[in-house]
């Protein structure tokens, strides 16, 4: 059976709209990711509503506190039986190993390594001077495989480097753009910058176990035409 890789990032502010959105596109989508956005805005009410369309829902709550509160935080959703859940590797060691131990059977725990709107200048203003964000992003991935996460949130253009090091990890891609999208750039719909996009085909024949796609979906003209033809690519 082929199971569709797509979580669907929905990113609105309004419940009913997210709602909306969600059953327009279900058949052609894996399972719906629900950011800090929205679960500080709807919480568990939220998603339990969202649990009604019969989706997988991935929590991408980024929590990141000490161990004893991290754990705590899991039990508290364990309720909502998320199937993926991220936490930031830069909590360490216990803190990864007890979220995971607090995480439901079913739940996958996946790291954040180094948020993509990081820098050098920025990691080097908190301390963190000795690595570049790819070599500190390596070095977190490797930390929570030792920590026994599941895996990490990881671009399309390190996905084959990570999968090859970490066989059996569990690797979240955001940041997609459909190929169409990127053949219409010169038109102006989408990105003109080719080198940097990889598109959810790309990213899946790359190792990628969830493909985290957002707006190149909810900001369609016609939702359900984009997520069909996502589904198409895979
Ligand atoms: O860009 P798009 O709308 O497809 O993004 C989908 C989701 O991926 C969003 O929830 C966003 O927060 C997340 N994302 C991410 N890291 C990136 C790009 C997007 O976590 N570098």
Same mark, same amino acid.
């Given at each position: 059976? #082929?199971? #569709?890789?797509?979580?669907? %990032?929905?990113?609105?502010? =309004?419940?009913?709209?997210?709602?909306?959105?969600?059953?327009?596109? !279900?058949?052609?989508?894996?399972?719906?990711?629900? +950011?800090?956005?929205? @679960?500080? %805005?709807?919480?568990?009410?939220?998603?339990?509503?969202?649990?009604?369309?019969?989706?997988?829902? @991935?929590?991408?709550?980024?929590?990141?506190? $000490?161990? #004893?509160?991290?754990?705590?935080?899991? /039990?508290?959703?364990?309720?909502? /039986?998320?199937? $993926?859940?991220?936490?930031?590797?830069?909590?360490?060691?216990?803190?990864?190993?007890?979220?995971?131990?607090?995480?439901?059977?079913?739940?996958?725990?996946? %790291?954040?390594?180094?948020?993509?709107?990081?820098?050098?200048?920025?990691?080097?203003?908190?301390?963190?001077? *000795?690595?570049?964000?790819?070599? /500190?992003?390596?070095?977190?991935?490797?930390? !929570?495989?030792?920590?026994?996460?599941?895996?990490?949130?990881?671009?399309?253009?390190?996905?084959? %480097?990570?999968?090859? /090091?970490?066989?059996?990890?569990? @690797?979240?891609?955001?940041?997609?753009?459909?190929?169409?999208?990127?053949? #219409? +750039?010169?038109? +102006?719909?989408?990105?003109?910058?080719?080198?940097?996009?990889?598109?959810? =085909?790309?990213? =899946?024949?790359?190792?990628?176990?969830?493909?985290?796609?957002?707006?190149?979906?909810?900001?369609?003209?016609?939702?359900?035409?984009?997520?069909? *033809? $996502?589904?198409?690519?895979?």
């Amino acid at each position: 059976m #082929n199971h #569709n890789p797509v979580y669907l %990032a929905l990113d609105l502010p =309004r419940l009913d709209a997210a709602e909306a959105l969600a059953r327009k596109v !279900a058949g052609h989508i894996g399972g719906i990711k629900l +950011g800090l956005e929205f @679960f500080c %805005a709807h919480g568990h009410h939220g998603v339990h509503e969202l649990h009604k369309i019969g989706l997988p829902i @991935f929590l991408d709550l980024k929590l990141h506190d $000490i161990p #004893n509160t991290v754990a705590g935080a899991m /039990q508290a959703i364990h309720v909502l /039986q998320p199937s $993926i859940v991220t936490v930031h590797a830069a909590g360490g060691r216990a803190m990864m190993e007890d979220a995971k131990a607090a995480a439901g059977e079913n739940c996958k725990v996946v %790291a954040v390594t180094v948020l993509t709107s990081l820098d050098g200048d920025d990691l080097a203003a908190i301390g963190v001077s *000795a690595a570049d964000p790819h070599a /500190q992003a390596l070095r977190l991935a490797e930390l !929570a495989h030792s920590a026994g996460l599941d895996g990490i949130v990881c671009s399309g253009h390190e996905v084959g %480097a990570v999968h090859s /090091q970490w066989k059996d990890g569990y @690797f979240v891609v955001p940041g997609l753009r459909p190929a169409e999208g990127r053949a #219409n +750039g010169s038109a +102006g719909n989408g990105k003109g910058d080719q080198k940097r996009i990889v598109s959810p =085909r790309e990213a =899946r024949d790359a190792g990628a176990s969830v493909l985290v796609i957002g707006r190149p979906i909810s900001r369609a003209e016609d939702p359900l035409a984009a997520a069909r *033809a $996502i589904e198409a690519t895979l």
